[in-house]
């Protein structure tokens, strides 16, 4: 009986995945998306069902420069980190004022949750620009894909909301009870939970596919659901690389899950009956 096998690919987009003219290009970007192409389409027959996450964020938003200022009014550069006391002090404030007290609830929360303090990235994935796009490397494996199993790819949106990161697939860093685009996507863990394998890809490894992976882990147990799926998890090592500077996060994951038995292997590797 041929196995059924979904696989995942997180934020596949122009802005992460150009590595000369995107917001955050990731170095390694480009090959990776050959390899996943090309394991797309050799694998385009047993490949059952493919879901992409589309990282979604408008320019005004908690991760991008223009949501705060500094002591002299001034937006914060990329690749600034802020965190609780920061707040606290009035290093850094949220240009709107009506929501220190969301910012500093926010910082406390990360901190209670062991979560990476607030980073400030360049504006990315705007929605409406290039940069949300998916990468054109992947464009043709994709359609073909869709043509030849008669389905359609299922695509799920990250970010909308201004007042948390959402790196992961299935919630965003900080959940509100009054927006079910940052609470858990518990249809889409049991839907994963069908399959026989899940493959997991995307960019970038350091961050929205190491979160995704331990979000799927943490509420599968949390809900204790499918434990089996753990040996289903197939992470695909040659079609993901870390945001640069961040290398020592994608070593911290790829180290976490081999401890946890999840398979780590380059997408060549894979040969499908």
């Given amino acids: 009986m ?68 500094d002591k002299n009014g001034d937006n914060p550069e990329p690749f600034t980190i802020i965190n609780l006391e920061d707040i606290e002090k009035k290093k850094y404030l949220p240009v709107d004022s009506s929501k220190y007290n969301t910012v500093k609830n926010y910082a406390r929360s990360l901190r209670l949750s062991n979560k990476n303090p607030i980073c400030i990235w360049p504006p990315h994935c705007i929605i409406g620009t290039r940069g949300h796009n998916i990468t054109n490397t992947l464009m043709p494996s994709l359609k073909e894909w869709e043509i030849n199993n008669c389905k359609n790819i299922q695509y799920i949106i990250k970010g909308l909301n201004s007042d948390t990161e959402h790196y992961g697939a299935f919630e965003a860093e900080v959940q509100y009870n009054n927006d079910s685009s940052t609470i858990a996507d518990m249809l889409l863990i049991n839907k994963l939970s069908y399959y026989d394998s899940i493959y997991v890809s995307g960019e970038a490894s350091s961050h929205c596919v190491a979160e995704t992976v331990k979000q799927l882990l943490q509420l599968l147990r949390n809900n204790l659901l499918r434990a089996d799926i753990y040996k289903k998890i197939i992470i695909l090592q040659d079609t993901m690389s870390p945001v640069p500077g961040f290398e020592h996060i994608e070593n911290d994951f790829f180290e976490s899950m081999r401890e946890k038995n999840i398979k780590i292997c380059n997408s060549s590797d894979i040969n499908n009956e």
Avoid: R
């Fill in 2 to 69: 041929m196995s059924k096998n979904c696989l995942l690919i997180i934020d596949p987009q122009n802005d992460f995945c150009d590595e000369q003219n995107g917001a955050l290009g990731v170095k390694g970007a480009s090959e990776d998306m050959t390899n996943l192409s090309n394991f797309i389409s050799k694998n385009n027959d047993e490949i059952e069902n493919i879901i992409i996450t589309l990282d979604s964020h408008n320019y005004y938003n908690i991760a991008h420069p223009y949501y705060w200022k």
